[in-house]
């Protein structure tokens, strides 16, 4: 897919969570786990879209005028099955998190001519990824090592972000609307 719509934290949960990262890649003495310079994220959509302006506009609309930050915690670490070399932490998954997923996809898949089946409601597996490519010895050590260090982490969802995927390139940030009694 050619985009994404991702959700980010707040500065001192963006610090923590790349503290893990961090963390994850001394303890494997491997780059494998960073990144590619995007922050911790929980990714709401993938798409592709020959509407680039009108997605841009729907999502500044959407982020200033409707949606609000809202807590996540992240209260689990985990991996896909069918994919090991993928480590993250999850989500508790309330209403605040649904609707605001259900929100951005409803406004957002209208605008797309492809849609990745798996960020859609009924699939959707929200995860912050905190390592990438992992081979089953570097999976044991991070898996070890995170151990170590997490413990659940309340967060404050503040942002949606657009991204040009592979490689991965921020085109634009969507704060969120002002935090309620703010």
Known sequence: MEYAILLTFDAASD??????????????????VLLSGLR????LAEF???????VILTMTRLAGEI????PVKLASAGFFP?????LYLAPIVDEHLLDLHRLVNNDLEPLC????PLYREDNWVPH??????????TFAVSCASLAEVFVPLDT???QLSLIACCPFCEQAVFPLGPLPNA
């Open 15 to 32: 610090r923590k969570l790349c503290a893990m990262t961090e963390h994850l890649a001394a303890n494997n003495r491997s780059d494998a």
């Open 40 to 43: 911790p994220h929980l990714t």
């Open 48 to 54: 592709d879209t020959d509407r680039y302006e009108t």
């Open 67 to 70: 949606l609000r930050p809202i």
């Open 82 to 86: 069918n994919n090991p070399s993928v």
């Open 113 to 116: 001519t492809a849609f990745s």
């Open 128 to 137: 912050c990824t905190l390592a990438l490519e992992l081979d089953p010895d």
């Open 156 to 158: 404050l969802a503040v």
